[in-house]
């Protein structure tokens, strides 16, 4: 069973600048909601019971954001507004399950997931990366239903523009369990062109195993300088650990980009 998931949310995003200069990223608004409730909600609707929200001094909006009580009690008892009333009750329910640790100096997504070792409970736990927003269908709770049924770590794929390998992890296939579930060999982070194995890119919704923590306390820096999840799930991969590739039926949408910021809204107004 997966219980618990966690959420790194101590990046700059630099990339939206200068919508981030000041505000967190994953509060800023997609068709009227924050981000982040969207990635909450795929949680919870995936039978999710415990949210570890990783986050940096600098990113303490997000904390205020869940512990506002005073200042919603205030308004709720001036006003009686039902839609404020029912925001607040929202909240209080993420808030119930919501637990915040923190990544001061941000070094990559590996370096996040290390700061929860102490959390995580159970032998296999999820993470999502909040930049990648998948509509239409609920891919952790794909992933969760293969997980138990292969009782093994699971990760997100899509397809992407052979010009883009550079931007993702890139997955090499072993073989294909059916359409849309492989056997992973191996899997590279951000590989140029020449070297990408495949055109077949991992997103952020990850089923991993508890003993990846051993993998990362060694881990050194890899692409870009950043201590990257890819690399310690390669060496478990090469250990002899078993790793899914989900090919998930959903739209994705990637937030954390300008471009595709922009069109998110947009795509998520039309449903
Ligand atoms: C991260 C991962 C990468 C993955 C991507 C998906 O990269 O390191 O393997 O393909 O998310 O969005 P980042 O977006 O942090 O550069």
Known sequence: MIRQ????????GTRLLPLTSVYSKELLPI??????EYIIEECIEAGIKEIVLIISKKK?????YFFNDKFYQKIIKKKKDLRIINEYKKIKKYKKMIKFVYQNNPKGTGDAVLKTKKIIKDNFFLMLLPDDLIIKKNC???????????????????RVNKKTVNRWGIYSKKNNINKNNF????VIEK??????????????????PKKIFKKLQNQKKGTGGEIHITDAIRKLIND?????GHTFKGKYLDCGTMGGYIKSSMEISKL
């Open 240 to 244: 002899g650990d078993t790793f899914i």
């Open 60 to 64: 303490e909006i997000i904390k205020k």
């Open 140 to 158: 952790s709770k794909d992933m969760i239903f293969i997980h138990n049924k292969k009782k093994c770590s699971v990760m997100a794929s899509m």
């Open 191 to 208: 590989p140029n062109i020449k070297s990408a194995p495949s055109n077949n890119a991992v997103i952020g919704r990850y089923i991993l």
């Open 31 to 36: 068709n009227g909601k924050p981000g982040l």
């Open 183 to 186: 056997y992973i060999k191996d």
């Open 5 to 12: 998931a966690i959420i790194p949310l101590a990046g700059l």
